[in-house]
T-cell receptor, first 115, second 116 residues
C-alpha cells in the first residue's frame, strides 16, 4: 500500500514571495504519477501540477514547479510570486500507473498568503 | 465548471436515515470515483466504477454502496447514517482506467452531507 505524508499542516507566506510545500511518499511501485491539488475555500479540488515518475525533468506550470527526488521519494511544490488567490489547502497525491487509477492523498497543507 | 456535476450540493439529514448522492461525469469519461473528505482531512478513496463495472474498492463501509448506470452517471447510497458520516463527498471522473491516462482526475464540487 502507498502512503503520502505532508509534514507541514500549516504554512504562511507574504504576497510575492516564494514558498515550498513538502511531500514524501512510500511505495514499492516503479511506475507512478504524482500530483498536487489545490482546494480553496470553495472546496473545489483543482489540479495544480503533475509529474510522471519516469521523467527526470521536474514539471513546471507557470508559477508552480516541483522538485521531484525519486530516490528520496520526495515531491515538493514551489510556488513563486505568491498571490492572495493561492490561499488554499494543498494536497499531494500518488497514483500507481497500473493499480486502478486510485489516488492516495496526503493529509494536506493549509497555505495562507498574507498581503 | 469542471464538467463533473454532483447533486445535491448540500444535504442535511438525521441519524439512521438513507441518502443518495448523484454524480454525472465529464463528457467522454468512463471512470467515476467516489471520495470522502472529513473535516479538514485528506480525501479517502471509497470506490471506482469503469463503464458500469466496479473496478476498485477502498475503505467503503458496508452501509455504503454505489453503482454506475448505462448513461455513466453514478450514485452513492449511504444508509443507517451516523454522525461520523458527516463529510464532503467528492465524485471525480477520468477518461480511462488504470495505465491509460497519466492525468489526475476531474473533480466535481462535492456534496456536503451533515448528519444531525
Amino acid at each position: 500500500a502507498q502512503t503520502v505524508t505532508q509534514s507541514q499542516p500549516e504554512m504562511s507566506v507574504q504576497e510575492a514571495e516564494t514558498v515550498t510545500l513538502s511531500c514524501t511518499y512510500d511505495t514499492s511501485e516503479s511506475n507512478y504519477y504524482l500530483f498536487w491539488y489545490k482546494q480553496p475555500p470553495s472546496r473545489q479540488m483543482i489540479l495544480v501540477i503533475r509529474q510522471e515518475a519516469y521523467k527526470q525533468q521536474n514539471a513546471t506550470e507557470n508559477r508552480f514547479s516541483v522538485n521531484f527526488q525519486k530516490a528520496a521519494k520526495s515531491f515538493s511544490l514551489k510556488i513563486s510570486d505568491s498571490q492572495l488567490g493561492d490561499t488554499a489547502m494543498y494536497f499531494c497525491a500518488f497514483r500507481a500507473s497500473d493499480a486502478g487509477n486510485m489516488l492516495t492523498f496526503g493529509g494536506g497543507t493549509r497555505l495562507m498568503v498574507k498581503p | 465548471d469542471s464538467g463533473v456535476t454532483q447533486t445535491p450540493k448540500h444535504l442535511i439529514t438525521a441519524t439512521g436515515q438513507r441518502v443518495t448522492l448523484r454524480c454525472s461525469p465529464r463528457s467522454g469519461d468512463l471512470s467515476v470515483y467516489w471520495y470522502q473528505q472529513s473535516l479538514d482531512q485528506g480525501l479517502q478513496f471509497l470506490i471506482q466504477y469503469y463503464n458500469g463495472e466496479e473496478r476498485a474498492k477502498g475503505n467503503i463501509l458496508e452501509r455504503f454502496s454505489a453503482q454506475q448506470f448505462p448513461d455513466l452517471h453514478s450514485e452513492l447510497n449511504l444508509s443507517s447514517l451516523e454522525l461520523g458520516d458527516s463529510a464532503l463527498y467528492f465524485c471525480a471522473s477520468s477518461v480511462a482506467t488504470a495505465g491509460q491516462s497519466p492525468y489526475g482526475y476531474t473533480f466535481g464540487s462535492g456534496t456536503r452531507l451533515t448528519v444531525v
